[in-house]
């Protein structure tokens, strides 16, 4: 299970400048956590808020244990990320401050089997500068298949 992505949020490097990565634990209750196991979760939609002194992940969608009775969770409960007192003031400064969005980008088991989230500061991109990506992305697409075509 070490190192096994669960779900991953790939517009985000589209969508966002992305500037800080850090690993943050989650507190989930035993049927998320089962679910995760299963390989099951959305974090797409979802965004990091402050809440007083803590970070907390909305709308992450875990969805509910199958094997589960009426203890199962709720799906998109908000759930409570668990950081370093220093980090959690480096973002509470940053959103505040400057307007950054913190934003998931990967959930995943490390090596001792825990689930983590990779988080990162994010700030959004314009338009033109999802346009200029894209016809770089396009460029270096192009300019890999003439290589291998011709060299």
């Known amino acids: 299970m070490a190192g096994k992505a669960i779900a991953e949020n790939r517009r985000a490097r589209y969508d966002y400048f992305l500037e800080d990565n850090i690993e943050a634990g989650l507190v989930l209750t035993g049927t998320e956590v089962k679910s995760l196991r299963g390989g099951r979760a959305n974090i797409a939609e979802s965004y990091a808020a402050v809440e007083g002194r803590e970070i907390v992940l909305i709308n992450a969608d875990i969805p509910p244990y199958g094997n ?3 203890f199962n969770h709720e799906p998109r409960r908000p759930r409570k990320l668990l950081l370093h007192r220093k980090q959690i003031d480096k973002l509470i400064g940053a959103v505040q401050r400057e307007g950054r969005t913190i934003i ?48």
């Open 68 to 70: 589960a009775n009426r």
């Open 104 to 151: 998931p980008l990967k959930l995943y088991f490390d090596d001792k089997g825990k689930a983590k989230l990779e988080i990162a500061l994010a700030k959004g991109k314009k338009t033109h500068d999802k346009r200029e990506a894209t016809a770089e992305r396009d460029w270096q697409r192009d300019k890999a298949r003439l290589m291998r075509d011709k060299g």
